[in-house]
């Protein structure tokens, strides 16, 4: 049976990866007929990066500060990234996907759970894996570093460097969401799955020292 409920208010449009021209095409036919307008639009260019997506995060902004909704014309493989998906929950923005509900507001709560279960299977599917890789002799892991090893240092250093540019980009927009304290930042950074440039759990202290290295290489 097809939805006739048409579309009303405002909306922010999130366009993501290419076929830009499919994605509209996709928008004006679900949305034809409803009083609503389109007062900003966002195109997310690189898809590769899984959790920073400025543009995303810029469409966001938005919504909040306009009392708008989000629409994303084909929701498409953004429905199974549980990053994504935690984002939006936590914004609490309405969302609107034309693949999926049409002119329905999209429960994101539900796809979370779909997509943190595959998560779980493929998290389980890995360490077996890896465990019998293990068992049949393949070392895993990074090599030996020696210490006093100069190169080693600055090289270590140099990454460390590269990691604080790449994720101040993520603090900075959570900060533009209203997430201004390290605690809040820390929280939010675990709950996308992000970890730190140990493979730890982010802490107010770790973004804390993040911003203090960034401001070193600011001074240098």
């Known amino acids: ?7 009303t ?8 990866g290419k076929e830009i021209e499919r994605q509209e095409e996709a928008l004006n036919k679900t949305f034809w007929g409803g009083n609503y ?3 900003a639009s966002f195109h997310e260019v690189n898809k590769k990066r899984r959790y920073y997506k400025p543009e ?17 014309p084909i929701m498409g493989n953004l429905a199974y990234n549980v990053v ?3 984002m939006m929950l936590e914004v609490d923005v309405k969302t609107y996907a034309c693949d999926l509900k049409g002119t329905q507001e999209v429960d994101l709560h539900l796809l979370s759970m779909i997509s943190e279960e595959m ?4 998290s389980i599917s890995t360490k077996r894996k890896l465990a019998k890789l293990k068992k049949e002799g393949v070392k895993l892991g990074a090599p030996d570093w020696k210490p006093g090893n100069k190169k080693g240092v600055q090289t270590i250093k140099a990454k460390a460097d590269e990691f604080a540019i790449s994720i101040h980009k993520q603090i900075k927009d959570l900060r533009g969401l209203g997430f201004a304290s390290y605690d809040d930042i820390a929280t939010r950074l675990n709950k996308r799955g992000i970890q ?4 730890g759990k982010w802490h107010a202290t770790t973004v804390r020292n ?10 240098e």
């Not at 730190?196 to 493979?199: A, I, L, V, W």
């Open 9 to 16: 208010g405002k909306f922010v449009a999130y366009y993501h």
């Open 119 to 122: 998560r779980k299977d493929i």
């Open 84 to 86: 994504f998906l935690d």
């Open 196 to 199: 730190t440039s140990r493979g």
């Open 210 to 219: 993040i911003e203090m290295r960034l401001g070193d290489l600011n001074n």
């Open 1 to 7: 049976m097809t939805n006739k409920k048409r579309p």
């Open 56 to 72: 995303l995060y810029r469409a966001l902004a938005k919504c909040k500060r306009e009392h708008a909704s989000l629409v994303i």
């Open 37 to 39: 307008k389109i007062i």
